[in-house]
């Protein structure tokens, strides 16, 4: 019997045999032709098998790739699209086809809950009803007012990818251990960068562009790392630094424990090599917040005090640099005050737009940016976030905001509150962005900063699914963690 299925195995696959072969003289002559071209091809029909298999993997992949390729300039690779919004594009497109082969649902888990809806409202008002409103008034509209409406519906299509293709507590797991590997080369980039080392700063200037808006250059003395600029870079690191020292709460394994904290002091340094003031704020807020949650604050305020104490000694040359440019008589940094300054743009130029008219209603336009009076300068940004959600939105847009923010709140203390470790840390991560969220919009758009952003609603996305999928019960922890361990 098993000679005669060794005899009849090549003559039953001989169709798959001549289309392998013609697959391969297509390649090659494709190969030959157009490389680049059948190289994207053969990733992107690796993707889909992938995703086809297991629709999580779209998460996965995200996650561990757009800390690597958010600050890649648009240009650089491709024409039109950043690096890590292709990326976006091909995994939501891998999702699609997967579904309708596969005939699954492409509703978020759970069904639709108060957050997406809000957050659907609050893209729409930043970009839909700022430019009808435009038009309505006779206003001109620019390329600059389109690309800048586009910013919220990325991050609306980055939080429904996560949203949809994890579907149970081990895939969120196992987000957050992709989340874990690719954070610990975001550190490692940005303490390097700051260190001076020489090719680590060259590698950042040419491939990481910094020339955008709230970059001051990938500077030895301003980590920005492959985030692109620092003010991001710090976010990403505060936050990553509280959900590492939770998890580190939980973890089972001694050896996973430590290297989990050792990460997380690393993390923590990060918002101090940024060169951020915010940056420290960051930190601050979230470790108060997510202590609060945990209900161990002066437990985690006390890491942040040793933290930043082994920051001034071992950062001497980044923190000295900003101290040296606080003025003296205000006791701001230098870039707020004088006649230039950030407080004297919104003073002058930006809240006088905003009270003309029905402008604090309607909006001013969609794009965030002023063409500066002065030749010696291009742009003047709308560096508060309170104040540039009623420019590109007026009211609806801050009201849409702060909803969103209260319901993501509410989503995240539900999670940290079922009896699941990992879920705790979740929620109290959640509650921690919101915090920050809700201070830091008043100096800066943090909703928006390219790379922290995306990690605001990967960590948002999962309070809200995770409300359904840790209600059943399942897996709780991350590298096998769970509570007689955290007891040890």
Not at 206 to 216: F, I, K, P, R, T
Not at 371 to 384: D, T
Request: hydrophobic content about 55%.
């Amino acid at each position: 019997m098993r000679q005669h299925i060794l005899l009849r195995w090549p003559a039953f696959n001989s169709s798959a045999a001549v289309a392998l072969s013609l697959t391969g003289l297509l390649l090659g002559i494709g190969t030959a032709l157009a490389p680049v071209l059948v190289i994207a091809l053969c990733i992107a029909a690796i993707i889909q098998m992938l995703v086809y298999w297991r629709v999580e993997s779209a998460a996965y992949l995200y996650i561990d790739l757009f800390p690597l390729t958010v600050g890649i300039d648009r240009g650089a690779i491709f024409a039109l699209l950043r690096p890590n919004e292709v990326i976006l594009v091909l995994l939501w497109i891998c999702v699609i086809v997967s579904a309708l082969i596969r005939r699954r649902s492409l509703l978020p888990v759970g069904g639709i809950k108060v957050p997406d809806v809000l957050l659907v409202i609050l893209a729409t008002t930043t970009s839909l009803y700022s430019l009808l409103t435009m038009w309505a008034r006779g206003l001109p509209i620019a390329s600059d007012d389109y690309v800048y409406a586009m910013s919220l519906w990325k991050l609306l299509a980055v939080y429904l990818l996560l949203r949809t293709t994890l579907r149970s507590v081990r895939s969120i797991r196992q987000s957050i251990q992709v989340l874990v590997y690719s954070t610990s080369i975001v550190v490692t980039i940005g303490l390097l960068q700051v260190s001076g080392i020489n090719l680590i700063v060259s590698a950042l200037s040419a491939v990481w562009s910094d020339a955008d808006e709230y970059s001051d250059g990938a500077s030895s003395l301003r980590a920005s790392s492959t985030l692109g600029a620092p003010i991001p870079f710090a976010d990403f690191m505060a936050i990553s630094s509280v959900l590492l020292f939770g998890l580190a709460s939980i973890a089972r394994i001694r050896h996973h424990r430590r290297l989990l904290r050792i990460l997380a002091i690393l993390c923590a340094l990060g918002c101090f090599a940024s060169g951020q003031a915010s940056g420290v704020l960051a930190l601050i807020i979230c470790f108060a917040a997510f202590g609060l949650a945990r209900g161990r604050p002066i437990q985690y305020l006390s890491i942040v005090a040793g933290i930043s104490l082994a920051s001034v000694l071992l950062l001497r040359s980044v923190v000295g640099a900003r101290v040296d440019q606080i003025d003296q008589r205000t006791g701001l940094p230098a870039a707020w005050t004088g006649t230039n300054g950030r407080l004297a743009n919104l003073q002058n130029l930006v809240l006088p737009e905003l009270t003309s008219g029905w402008n604090w209603l309607l909006g001013v336009r969609t794009s965030a940016r002023i063409v500066a009076p002065e030749p010696w300068r291009e742009w003047i940004y709308i560096e508060s976030g309170y104040a540039w959600l009623v420019w590109v939105g007026g009211v609806p847009a801050l009201i849409a905001f702060i909803a969103f923010l209260v319901s993501a709140a509410l989503a995240a203390y539900r999670v940290r509150a079922y009896s699941e470790d990992l879920s705790a840390i979740i929620g109290a991560t959640g509650i921690a962005i919101v915090s920050l969220l809700a201070i830091l919009m008043v100096l800066d758009p943090h909703l928006t900063y390219r790379g922290s952003s995306d990690l605001i609603v990967s960590v948002l996305s999962l309070c809200v699914g995770g409300q359904s999928l840790f209600s059943r019960g399942g897996a709780d922890s991350i590298f096998g963690a769970n509570r007689r361990a955290h007891q040890e």
